[in-house]
């Protein structure tokens, strides 16, 4: 079992996903260690940056029992144009699992291909599936409940956001990106969520997709690889800012999330990401116990 979409997962993965990550951050509280994943080595590659996905990972399986390499692509033989299906191989007969952080979807996509091992998307620029189990676990510890929650998403409509959008319709949350055009989340990942009966309101009125909102999301207008946009972007999603204004249209009790890193200033002021409504570095946490629970996942078959 690989974990390279979202959609990968079925609704009763996802629960157990979630239901694991829970009792794993209960039973952190009193005991750090455990053994089931004992003899188990997975690796983690990185062609981009990482703070959260890089440590949860490698905490994830020290407090499992197992072990971790951490890779930079242009330490590997990859940064030299080593084939991606030639290392994928190679790394099956070394690692049980792994994890890749890459610029391009079709780089994971081929390594899962020749891989004989689980292979989990650490993020790419079309999805961030480890993000959103994260954000699935948030919601639920604060609203209890999926059924009828609306989550609105404001900015750019990029691969948390297409993530995020599959997690939706694999819970029944309603969703809404407020997003200028031009910076809607991916056609395939719509027509999927809409094939499950999820269909993603998708507007570039702002106010709009935050009224009475139950949970307001947001990101970077710059990911990584998209730099050299910089100049156009920061114009194009400077009316999209979750700031106290926005908040004060969405329900009173709406939380408040970003997969950070936060770029404060643009995307998000300071005053909303201190607020009492935001639960972005619980959100942060729940990345170790969620990623925890996935890898058991991948690991049971
Ligand atoms: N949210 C997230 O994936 O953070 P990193 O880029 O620090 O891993
Ligand atoms: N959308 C951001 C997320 C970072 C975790 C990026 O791809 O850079």
Redesign the pocket.
């Known amino acids: 079992m690989n974990l390279i979409s979202i959609f990968d997962l079925t609704q009763s993965d996802l629960a157990w996903i979630i239901e694991r990550g829970e009792e794993l951050k209960r039973a952190r509280k009193t005991l750090k260690t455990g053994t089931e994943l004992a003899g188990k080595t997975l690796a983690l590659i990185f062609e981009k940056?990482?703070?959260?996905?890089?440590v949860s990972f490698e905490v994830a399986m020290h407090e499992l029992g197992g072990n971790v390499i951490s890779l930079n692509w242009n330490e590997l033989q990859l940064g030299r144009g080593e084939r991606v299906r030639d290392t994928a191989k190679v790394l099956s007969s070394y690692v049980d699992a792994v994890m890749i952080r890459a610029y391009q979807h079709d780089t994971v996509v081929e390594f899962a291909n020749a891989a004989s091992i689980p292979v989990i998307n650490g993020?790419t620029n079309f999805e961030?599936p480890c993000?959103t189990l994260a954000d699935l676990m948030t919601i639920k510890e604060y609203k209890n409940r999926f059924a009828g929650i609306t989550v609105a998403w404001i900015g750019d409509g990029n691969n948390v956001c297409n993530s995020l959008i599959g997690g939706a319709a694999l819970t029944g949350m309603h969703m809404r990106v407020g997003c200028p055009l031009g910076y809607a989340p991916a056609a395939a990942v719509l027509e999927e969520a809409k094939r499950m009966g999820c269909e993603v309101l998708i507007t570039d009125d702002a106010e709009q997709a935050v009224a009475d909102a139950d949970v307001l999301y947001t990101d970077v207008w710059v990911s990584m690889g998209d730099e050299q946009e910089r100049e156009r972007r920061e114009r194009d999603l400077s009316a999209y800012q979750l700031n106290e204004e926005m908040v004060r249209r969405a329900k009173e009790d709406a939380i408040i999330m970003h997969?950070?890193?936060v770029h404060v200033g643009e995307e998000i002021t300071e005053a909303v990401l201190t607020s009492k409504n935001s639960v972005i570095f619980e959100q942060a946490e729940n990345r170790l116990h969620a990623q925890k629970a996935l890898l058991l996942r991948l690991f049971r078959d």
């Open positions: 940056p990482s703070t959260r996905t890089r993020l961030h993000q997969c950070m890193p």
